[in-house]
């Protein structure tokens, strides 16, 4: 359904009616419940991952992965819950100068009120969980937004919640219009924190959201530095899954290869060989390369591609499209007045930069406007460390590619790539307040 305002405020008043109950629930409870929704999503695979991929072309066997994967998230995050919400804090006043010990304050972590979730089409499932599950364990309710292209499954998923026995009201999904009922949901007053994950939305949304915390995850242009040191196989495998994988449609793809000119022939060798191997074509056969999720976005992907190729990149297999299918495919010997060399595709296309010196590489990553993950290959843990420390991007992974889980590792990215940082922890402890009693003795 398309929902109108007068229904989003509908949604609102009930969040913030069934909030004030659930606040009181004990914390035991609520984590059993959430043990429960996860049982009962973990059950559901099936069903919600044939949304999947039907909805946005996800392989078959991702999309399975996706669900149980946010199963295991909602079951960590109720264990994380009551370990990091059960504990909170004693001060006593005579450390500060000038005071005697008089003072007694006791602090505890409380929650914000309702939650406003937005996650991408590319995890409609998984990012709503990692949004939900710290929201609800810290006493929250929540209002999921959810992507168009994704809306049934994350539709199946919130049933899911309901069935485990969640109060009516605490959790509800939107589905709609961006135009509609998009500024309506992020600057309604009823909203006291906002979790969002997708584009350049973000940043708009930053600008207008009222005082209200914001976690934001934009995408990247996460950089793969290749030193000649680096076990070639392990790199190759690696810029295919990282670039690859979804057919390059996650935040965390690696999205520009800087390799050393040294090694590079031989890894564009190794990375073209696997490529041939991939399978292209409808996600239900699970192939590797699956169409990308809308007409428009397989426009963009193909603009990048004209203007790399107007510009004399060198293209590793023929440019071949048929609708929203775009075949795999290598651009090397990629220069920085290219766009695919600073635009972030989200589509099965990868720049590879060759360069002269670890410093070139180092200023490209850090050049971006974005600085969401990035990884460095060399079997050098020195240099590794080194080019990390240097590298402005949340993450820096050594020896693999760019990944946002285990989902309980931070997650966050620098400049344009987000706000704040998520992860199970990082997520709970932004979705509350810290609450403070001081006791004053005579
Ligand atoms: O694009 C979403 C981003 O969070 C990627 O997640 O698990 O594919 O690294 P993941």
Same mark, same amino acid.
């Given at each position: 359904?398309?929902? !109108?305002? #007068?229904?989003?405020?509908?949604?609102?008043?009930?969040?913030?009616?069934?909030?004030?109950?659930?606040?009181?629930?004990?914390?035991?409870?609520?984590?059993?419940?959430?043990?429960?929704?996860?049982?009962?999503?973990?059950? %559901?695979?099936?069903?919600?991952?044939?949304?999947?991929?039907?909805?946005?072309?996800k392989?078959?066997?991702?999309?399975?992965?996706?669900?149980?994967?946010?199963g295991?998230?909602?079951?960590?995050?109720? #264990?994380?819950?009551?370990?990091?919400?059960?504990?909170?804090?004693?001060?006593v006043?005579?450390?500060?100068?000038?005071?005697?010990?008089?003072k007694?304050?006791?602090?505890?972590?409380?929650?914000?009120?309702?939650?406003?979730?937005?996650?991408?089409?590319?995890?409609?499932?998984?990012?709503?969980v990692?949004?939900?599950g710290?929201a *609800?364990?810290?006493?929250?309710?929540?209002?999921?937004k959810?992507? !168009?292209?994704?809306?049934?499954?994350?539709?199946?998923?919130?049933?899911?919640f %309901?069935?485990?026995?969640?109060?009516?009201?605490?959790?509800?999904?939107?589905?709609g219009?961006?135009?509609?009922i998009?500024?309506?949901? !992020?600057?309604?007053?009823?909203?006291?924190?906002?979790?969002?994950?997708?584009?350049?939305?973000?940043?708009?949304?930053?600008?207008?959201?009222?005082?209200?915390?914001?976690?934001?995850?934009?995408?990247?242009k996460?950089?793969?530095?290749?030193?000649?040191?680096?076990?070639?196989?392990?790199?190759?495998?690696?810029?295919?899954?990282?670039?690859?994988s979804y057919?390059?449609?996650?935040?965390?793809?690696?999205?520009?290869? *800087?390799?050393?000119?040294?090694?590079?022939?031989?890894?564009?060798?190794?990375?073209n060989?696997?490529?041939?191997?991939?399978?292209?074509?409808?996600? #239900?056969?699970?192939?590797?390369?699956?169409?990308?999720?809308?007409?428009?976005?397989?426009?963009?992907?193909?603009?990048?591609?004209?203007?790399?190729?107007?510009?004399?990149? !060198?293209?590793?297999?023929?440019?071949?499209?048929?609708?929203?299918?775009?075949?795999?495919?290598?651009?090397?010997?990629?220069?920085?007045?290219?766009?695919?060399?600073?635009?972030?595709?989200?589509?099965?296309?990868?720049?590879?930069?060759?360069?002269?010196?670890?410093?070139?590489?180092?200023?490209?990553?850090?050049?971006s406007n974005?600085?969401?993950?990035?990884?460095?290959?060399?079997?050098?843990?020195?240099k590794?460390?080194?080019?990390?420390?240097?590298m402005?991007?949340?993450t820096?992974?050594?020896n693999?590619?760019?990944?946002?889980g285990p989902?309980?590792?931070?997650?966050q990215?620098?400049?344009?790539?987000?706000?704040?940082?998520?992860?199970?922890?990082?997520?709970?402890?932004?979705?509350?307040?810290?609450?403070?009693?001081?006791?004053?003795?005579?």
């Amino acid at each position: 359904p398309a929902c !109108t305002q #007068e229904e989003v405020n509908k949604v609102m008043d009930a969040a913030k009616v069934a909030q004030k109950a659930w606040a009181r629930t004990p914390l035991w409870k609520r984590a059993e419940l959430l043990h429960k929704a996860a049982a009962i999503l973990k059950e %559901h695979k099936t069903p919600i991952a044939e949304c999947l991929v039907k909805e946005i072309a996800k392989p078959a066997k991702d999309a399975v992965s996706e669900v149980v994967r946010s199963g295991d998230l909602v079951s960590y995050t109720a #264990e994380e819950g009551v370990r990091i919400l059960g504990e909170g804090k004693l001060l006593v006043s005579d450390s500060f100068p000038g005071n005697e010990r008089n003072k007694y304050c006791l602090s505890s972590k409380v929650p914000l009120g309702v939650v406003l979730a937005i996650p991408p089409f590319n995890y409609p499932v998984n990012l709503a969980v990692s949004k939900i599950g710290p929201a *609800l364990i810290a006493g929250n309710s929540l209002v999921l937004k959810p992507p !168009t292209q994704g809306a049934v499954a994350a539709l199946h998923m919130v049933h899911c919640f %309901h069935l485990a026995g969640f109060p009516k009201g605490l959790i509800s999904c939107v589905t709609g219009k961006g135009s509609e009922i998009g500024d309506f949901l !992020t600057m309604h007053p009823g909203v006291n924190c906002i979790s969002f994950t997708g584009g350049d939305t973000g940043i708009a949304i930053s600008k207008k959201a009222g005082m209200v915390p914001l976690q934001m995850e934009l995408g990247g242009k996460d950089a793969c530095i290749v030193l000649e040191d680096a076990d070639l196989d392990l790199v190759a495998a690696n810029i295919v899954k990282g670039g690859f994988s979804y057919s390059g449609q996650r935040c965390t793809a690696v999205k520009v290869v *800087l390799i050393m000119e040294a090694v590079a022939d031989t890894v564009v060798e190794k990375v073209n060989a696997k490529l041939a191997k991939l399978k292209v074509g409808p996600p #239900e056969d699970d192939s590797d390369i699956t169409p990308v999720v809308t007409e428009s976005s397989a426009n963009f992907i193909e603009g990048l591609v004209m203007d790399a190729k107007e510009k004399g990149a !060198t293209f590793c297999q023929e440019y071949r499209r048929e609708g929203n299918l775009i075949w795999p495919l290598l651009l090397d010997h990629v220069r920085p007045d290219m766009r695919i060399a600073w635009e972030e595709p989200f589509g099965p296309v990868l720049p590879v930069i060759r360069i002269n010196s670890v410093e070139e590489g180092i200023h490209h990553c850090n050049a971006s406007n974005f600085g969401l993950q990035g990884c460095v290959f060399t079997r050098d843990i020195n240099k590794a460390i080194m080019i990390s420390d240097a590298m402005e991007s949340g993450t820096v992974q050594i020896n693999s590619a760019p990944a946002r889980g285990p989902d309980h590792f931070p997650f966050q990215g620098l400049k344009d790539s987000g706000i704040g940082s998520q992860g199970i922890t990082n997520s709970i402890n932004m979705m509350t307040k810290v609450k403070s009693t001081v006791i004053n003795l005579p």
